[in-house]
């Protein structure tokens, strides 16, 4: 009989530790800090100036069609469990109380467009004061590798390099002000 209780306590034991739910990642809420900046924007109704180019051509758009802009290029949602399954988190502690730097690095088999982002918070601050990111997208046959930068309260300036047969066909820089 002890045998059988044993045996079935066992069991029980095991099925209970297969069952335990796997232990949920927390990443920084990166598009919730991206809403926080787009409700500052509207908010304030700042005037948000384009920059096109390296040439000082510049001109004013809205602060939807900013929104949308911003949105599209960070489309991550790390609050998606599947989201978060697609990318690595590395924190690094710079040290003299400077900077803190969360980053988010895709593995190698995502499907994400975004392949980096980097958050630098200085200590002490629960708000990032700059994020880089990389982001890759193909249309038609035309690849498309996209670098940004987005400084708290400030500015977004993304950096555009378009591929086809692998070979370099043109470049484009938009900074985005306010």
């Not at 599947?82 to 895709?106: C, K, M, P, W």
């Not at 982001?135 to 378009?162: C, N, P, Q």
């Given at each position: 009989m002890n045998r059988i209780t044993f045996s079935w306590l066992i069991y029980v034991a095991a099925i209970v530790s297969c069952n335990e739910e796997k232990e949920t990642k927390d990443f920084y809420p990166v598009q919730a800090w991206i809403a926080a900046e787009l409700n500052n924007i509207d908010s304030l109704n700042l005037v948000i100036t384009r920059i096109s180019g390296n040439q000082k051509d510049s001109s004013t758009i809205s602060g939807t069609a900013f929104k949308q802009i911003a949105l599209g290029l960070f489309s991550v949602d790390f609050t998606d469990e599947h989201a978060r399954d697609q990318f690595i988190e590395e924190v690094l502690d710079e040290g003299n109380n400077t900077n803190i730097s969360i980053i988010y690095v895709a593995t190698e088999n995502s499907k994400e467009p975004l392949k980096k982002i980097q958050l630098n918070i200085k200590p002490g601050e629960s708000s990032p004061k700059s994020m880089y990111a990389e982001r890759t997208d193909i249309s038609d046959k035309t690849?498309?590798?996209?670098?940004?930068?987005?400084?708290?309260?400030?500015?977004?300036?993304?950096?555009?390099?378009?591929?086809?047969?692998?070979q370099l066909i043109n470049e484009a820089k938009e900074k985005f002000e306010w």
């Amino acid at each position: 009989m002890n045998r059988i209780t044993f045996s079935w306590l066992i069991y029980v034991a095991a099925i209970v530790s297969c069952n335990e739910e796997k232990e949920t990642k927390d990443f920084y809420p990166v598009q919730a800090w991206i809403a926080a900046e787009l409700n500052n924007i509207d908010s304030l109704n700042l005037v948000i100036t384009r920059i096109s180019g390296n040439q000082k051509d510049s001109s004013t758009i809205s602060g939807t069609a900013f929104k949308q802009i911003a949105l599209g290029l960070f489309s991550v949602d790390f609050t998606d469990e599947h989201a978060r399954d697609q990318f690595i988190e590395e924190v690094l502690d710079e040290g003299n109380n400077t900077n803190i730097s969360i980053i988010y690095v895709a593995t190698e088999n995502s499907k994400e467009p975004l392949k980096k982002i980097q958050l630098n918070i200085k200590p002490g601050e629960s708000s990032p004061k700059s994020m880089y990111a990389e982001r890759t997208d193909i249309s038609d046959k035309t690849f498309i590798s996209r670098k940004m930068i987005w400084e708290r309260g400030h500015s977004l300036t993304v950096a555009s390099a378009y591929y086809q047969d692998k070979q370099l066909i043109n470049e484009a820089k938009e900074k985005f002000e306010w």
